[in-house]
């Protein structure tokens, strides 16, 4: 099997498959110091990876919770407006949408570059559009929102673990382990900045958000750990140890160079071919998208899968995104079958 939707859920490194094996359960509470001291090792990992503080990282269950998380940390008040890109995932439209109920305007942004209303409190954008590869204005937007002392939200979900994501003027940065940085569902990285962990409070706290968790009166962490939702799965928390470590013996520049050789030469022997490729090589990430004609999506995913190759379609396009993972004879094989549906379709 030839996999190319590492955008999609990612196949799991077998090295963090193993390690996330042992279920700590099995041994009752007698492991939970061991628990407790992996996840903070970790939070020191990606914080050496992503350049924050350990205690601006928080792990959350999924991209969709850290997103939720940044949509009701605010007291909003009737007016407020809220910007997001509706043609964005759902996870990246419905927590905004869902605001409305407080007296909230979501307001739905095509062009970054149109003036903002004056009541903007947020805004929330994605690094690249999971439909098109396309890498989104996100530095732009983040530093036109930091200089109007606006709340930010970026979802990088589609980047972490092959492009530089992360920015400090950022206050919500949220993205899941399984997608590019191959660990498996059940665990999302979610960084708080520091004007977030002074001025906000958590909306969802719990007894591990506490200072000395189970005494109420010891008062709430003033660390991300605080805004974490409960338990994270001991497995999950191993898997992307495993593969941080991994990723980052590789080195982080050597990964990009990788995928981006990789998506730069399916998009360039697809223009050879002649489909029509979405995608863009200067606002590139790892996705190649093409666009095969109304209706023919489905048939061109169906005819990859005869062939026992892994791609997605989202909307009318075909979504093809390369991992380090994949060789270039991978590569080549996938390039041969496009070849001939070209001429087929």
């Known amino acids: 099997m030839i996999y190319m939707n590492y955008a999609g859920m990612a196949p799991l490194r077998f090295g963090a498959y193993l390690k996330g094996l042992l279920a700590p359960e099995l041994f009752g509470n007698t492991r939970l110091p061991q628990w407790f001291a992996q996840a903070e090792r970790l939070r020191g990992k990606v914080a050496d990876w992503l350049g924050c503080h350990a205690d601006q990282v928080a792990f959350v269950p999924s991209t969709s919770m850290a997103l939720n998380t940044a949509a009701y940390s605010l007291n909003w008040q009737p007016g407020d407006?809220?910007?997001?890109?509706?043609?964005?995932?759902?996870?990246?439209?419905?927590?905004?949408?869902?605001?409305?109920?407080?007296?909230?305007?979501?307001?739905?942004?095509?062009?970054?570059?149109?003036?903002?209303?004056?009541?903007?409190?947020?805004?929330?954008?994605?690094?690249?559009?999971?439909?098109?590869?396309?890498?989104?204005?996100?530095?732009?937007?983040?530093?036109?929102?930091?200089?109007?002392?606006?709340w930010t939200c970026v979802d990088a979900i589609q980047s972490a673990g092959v492009l530089p994501s992360w920015n400090p003027?950022?206050?919500?940065?949220?993205?899941?382990?399984?997608?590019?940085?191959?660990?498996?569902?059940?665990?999302?990285?979610?960084?708080?900045?520091?004007?977030?962990?002074?001025?906000?409070?958590?909306?969802?706290?719990?007894?591990?958000?506490?200072?000395?968790?189970?005494?109420?009166?010891?008062?709430?962490?003033?660390?991300?750990?605080?805004?974490?939702?409960?338990?994270?799965?001991?497995?999950?928390?191993?898997?992307?140890?495993?593969?941080?470590?991994?990723?980052?013996?590789?080195?982080?520049?050597?990964?990009?160079?990788?995928?981006?050789?990789?998506?730069?030469?399916?998009?360039?022997?697809?223009?050879?071919?002649?489909?029509?490729?979405?995608?863009?090589?200067?606002?590139?990430?790892?996705?190649?998208?093409?666009?095969?004609?109304?209706g023919r999506a489905e048939l061109l995913v169906k005819s990859a899968q005869s062939r026992k190759i892994i791609v997605t379609q989202r909307g009318d396009y075909v979504r093809l995104s390369p991992h380090i993972f994949n060789p270039m004879g991978h590569l080549k094989t996938v390039t041969q079958w496009l070849a001939e549906s070209y001429t087929a379709l």
């Open 81 to 150: 407006v809220v910007l997001y890109n509706p043609n964005d995932f759902p996870a990246n439209v419905l927590p905004w949408e869902k605001l409305a109920r407080f007296g909230v305007n979501p307001v739905a942004v095509e062009n970054w570059q149109d003036p903002w209303p004056s009541r903007t409190r947020m805004v929330s954008i994605s690094t690249v559009n999971y439909a098109t590869g396309i890498e989104q204005p996100w530095r732009d937007v983040i530093l036109q929102a930091q200089a109007r002392g606006i």
């Open 169 to 294: 003027d950022i206050d919500f940065w949220c993205a899941g382990t399984q997608k590019w940085l191959v660990s498996g569902t059940g665990l999302a990285v979610m960084v708080l900045s520091p004007r977030v962990l002074k001025q906000l409070q958590p909306p969802f706290p719990n007894w591990l958000s506490l200072k000395e968790p189970g005494k109420v009166a010891s008062g709430l962490l003033e660390t991300a750990r605080a805004w974490e939702c409960g338990w994270i799965s001991q497995a999950a928390l191993a898997r992307l140890e495993s593969n941080l470590d991994y990723l980052t013996k590789i080195s982080w520049e050597a990964i990009t160079e990788k995928v981006k050789q990789r998506r730069n030469y399916l998009h360039e022997r697809l223009l050879d071919m002649g489909w029509h490729v979405v995608s863009c090589p200067k606002r590139w990430s790892g996705i190649v998208s093409i666009d095969p004609g109304p």
